[in-house]
């Protein structure tokens, strides 16, 4: 296999959820390792790079800051493309941030598709979980049913605060990243060793490219 | 080789410009027809004679070098009143302050009639009378908020949450700055309480994410609650098209900007094109709280008080945006710049960009454009230039918009719409189509 070759990978990464669960502060702890409670609201979207030796090869995340407000929802989501995967963030002191968690999920599945067709790899974040627990307790949720029923890799409580799980979700993660990149490439690699000669679909050029 | 593995990005850009009511997958040469109908691209006559073009080539002219001269002093403001307080010369001290902008001694006084908060040719009575007026008005809508029982609050559930967003943005707004910084900052409570009146005065619109942004440096200006409340509702008056609920404000500005960039550098905005970024969504912070996070907190001073003033064109800011994409072309295509990078980099250049040297690129544009004869409709309209007027001295001719801080929301949507009708049937007819080439 020629996937060694590579030294170094960029992913392209978002971090999504209602407003006010710490995206930020949850990037600017796992990227510049501090916490402020005042990290400006986002407006569009911010950026952020982490890199990290991963199996002796160099991996850059580049992480996608996106505003959480509803009302600029339909103009950020053109951020989306291209993304090999996402946090979910919700704030564990607020119900509501919680039940928005599926429409952000359902929202990203609809407008992200991995080649293969797949869902990218996402990690559900119940931040602040230094501030309380009520929503993970109050509710009853069993959370690993959770991320199975609404296709989450895996789920942390964790807090950008007292930093908190934040290296282990993003190493998570990665590691699916990782898997669900080597399962496209497989898919590509047994399209191009089974050439079928399809004459009526009489393509152009281009969608010789498409992968459907 | 397989050098990056990429997902497959489906309706974003279908769904971010007709809303959502359609959710099944489109491919990309569909969701560009359809960005096309919104933006109307590049369109060619092939009438004539199939196989050949006609492109008519627009001679935009060299552009002028203009020069920025000094702020306006305390000095030269009061020697622009009459004894009873009018302002005096008041187109003059209008291009004095759009080449200059103001010290900053003189700002509480000038950003009130720059905004309009201020009738220019009232009288100091008038003034103080004026003033009285609105704080009694100030303190009558502050009541209705403060006064309102938790019971009451409990069963208001869009006050509760206009009052959970503003307090979650207050406590975020420029608290780098020394007037919003540490805890329990006195500023910090005027900002939230004026913010929240603002809802009692607007409760259509509210609270939305953005508007703190804009009443921050109006507040720094004025110290003062209700001197502040009102010349942040004008300014709001300007700007409440960004903040309603489809976003209408920034989507037509994009498209107005995508028009004004197709006629300025056709040959970059056919780049941005080829990378699914025509239709500028990098723009989308600069415009919807203009440029209040890509500059030091001095500069957007600076270039809001210039803005204010209406000259020398209407959407002066649109004109700004095209100054600074004209200063990163170059590097946005040397370096090939794909989708996200573009956004990476726009997004990259907060706080690194000079105020006084965008204003006079953005200016020297606008002199450029305005010289120009046989310019597009759907341009002059955007820029508010008369159309079918010939033209002739622009610098001196002087500013010819009446008292008040530039279009009102009103004239501001009309031309809107006139220049979103005139590009859809652009697009929409076959008949005789023009290309732009700069």
């Known amino acids: ?212 | 080789m397989i050098n990056a593995v990429f997902s497959k990005v489906t309706n974003y850009i279908f769904d971010a410009f007709r809303g959502t009511e359609e959710q099944h997958q489109r491919p990309p040469e569909e969701v560009a027809d359809l960005l096309g109908e919104v933006i109307p691209g590049l369109e060619i006559n092939q009438q004539e004679e199939p196989g050949f073009e006609v492109i008519t080539r627009i001679d935009l002219g060299t552009r002028p070098q203009v020069t920025r001269r000094e702020p306006l002093s305390a000095e030269y403001w009061i020697k622009h009143q009459d004894a009873e307080g009018r302002m005096i010369r008041i187109p003059h001290l209008k291009q004095t302050i759009f080449k200059g902008g103001l010290c900053h001694a003189i700002r509480k006084e000038a950003w009130k009639f720059l905004l309009g908060y201020f009738p220019w040719n009232s009288t100091l009575e008038e003034r103080k009378a004026l003033q009285r007026n609105k704080t009694d008005e100030y303190f009558r809508m502050k009541l209705q908020w403060k006064s309102l029982s938790e019971e009451q609050e409990k069963r208001n559930s869009r006050l509760r949450d206009y009052r959970s967003l503003i307090e979650k943005d207050v406590n975020r707004t420029d608290r780098t700055n020394r007037f919003y910084e540490g805890i329990d900052n006195p500023s910090l409570v005027l900002l939230h309480d004026i913010l929240m009146t603002y809802c009692m005065y607007d409760f259509d619109l509210g609270y939305v994410q953005g508007m703190s942004d804009l009443l921050s440096p109006i507040l720094f200006v004025m110290e003062n609650e209700v001197d502040a409340f009102w010349c942040f509702v004008s300014f709001m008056d300007q700007m409440h098209q960004n903040f309603e609920e489809p976003m209408q404000g920034v989507k037509t500005q994009l498209i107005q900007l995508s028009t004004l960039l197709r006629l300025l550098d056709l040959a970059f905005w056919n780049y941005l094109e080829s990378q699914d970024s025509g239709y500028l969504y990098f723009c989308f912070r600069w415009l919807l709280i203009r440029f209040k996070r890509e500059l030091s907190f001095q500069d957007v001073l600076r270039l809001w008080e210039v803005m204010w003033t209406g000259l020398p064109c209407q959407n002066f800011h649109l004109l700004i945006c095209c100054a600074i994409l004209d200063s990163e072309k170059q590097k946005i295509m040397e370096e090939n710049y794909g989708f996200n990078e573009i956004l990476k980099h726009i997004n990259e250049l907060s706080m690194k960009l000079d105020v006084e040297e965008i204003l006079q690129k953005a200016e020297g544009i606008c002199l450029q454009v305005r010289g120009c004869k046989d310019l597009p409709a759907p341009v002059s309209n955007i820029l508010g230039f008369p159309t079918e007027v010939f033209i002739s001295d622009l610098t001196e001719s002087g500013p010819k918009s009446g008292p008040g801080p530039g279009p009102r929301p009103q004239q501001l949507q009309d031309a809107c719409s006139s220049v979103q009708e005139h590009l859809r049937e652009s697009s929409s007819h076959n008949g005789c189509k023009v290309a732009f080439i700069s």
């Not at chain 1, 199996?55 to 103009?75: C, H, K, P, S, Y």
């Not at chain 1, 429409?103 to 996402?122: C, F, M, Y």
């Not at chain 1, 950008?160 to 898997?179: G, R, S």
Request: charge should be neutral.
């Open chain 1, 1 to 212: 296999m020629q996937t060694n070759h590579h030294k170094e990978r960029l992913y392209k990464i978002l971090v999504i959820g209602d407003l006010g669960v710490g995206k930020t502060s949850i990037i600017k702890r796992y990227v510049h390792h501090n916490f402020s409670p005042n990290y400006r609201a986002t407006i569009g979207v911010d950026f952020a790079l982490k890199v990290l030796n991963w199996d002796q090869e160099t991996v850059r995340l580049q992480l996608w800051d996106i505003a959480g407000q509803e009302r600029f929802g339909n103009m950020t989501r053109v951020y989306y493309r291209e993304a090999m995967g996402a946090f979910i963030v919700f704030d564990v002191t607020r119900p509501a941030s919680f039940e928005a968690v599926t429409k952000w999920k359902e929202d990203l599945d609809s407008k992200l598709t991995l080649t293969n067709g797949k869902h990218v790899a996402t990690v559900l974040l119940a931040n602040k979980c230094d501030q309380g627990r009520d929503v993970l307790t109050n509710n009853g949720i069993k959370m690993e049913q959770f991320c199975q029923e609404n296709g989450f890799v895996g789920w942390y409580e964790t807090s950008a605060k007292e930093n908190i799980n934040i290296d282990e979700a993003a190493n998570c993660l990665v590691k699916h990243i990782i898997a669900s990149e080597k399962d496209m490439l497989q898919s590509e690699v047994s399209d191009t060793i089974t050439p079928q000669l399809e004459k009526d679909k009489g393509g152009t050029c281009s969608s010789c490219f498409r992968s459907q």
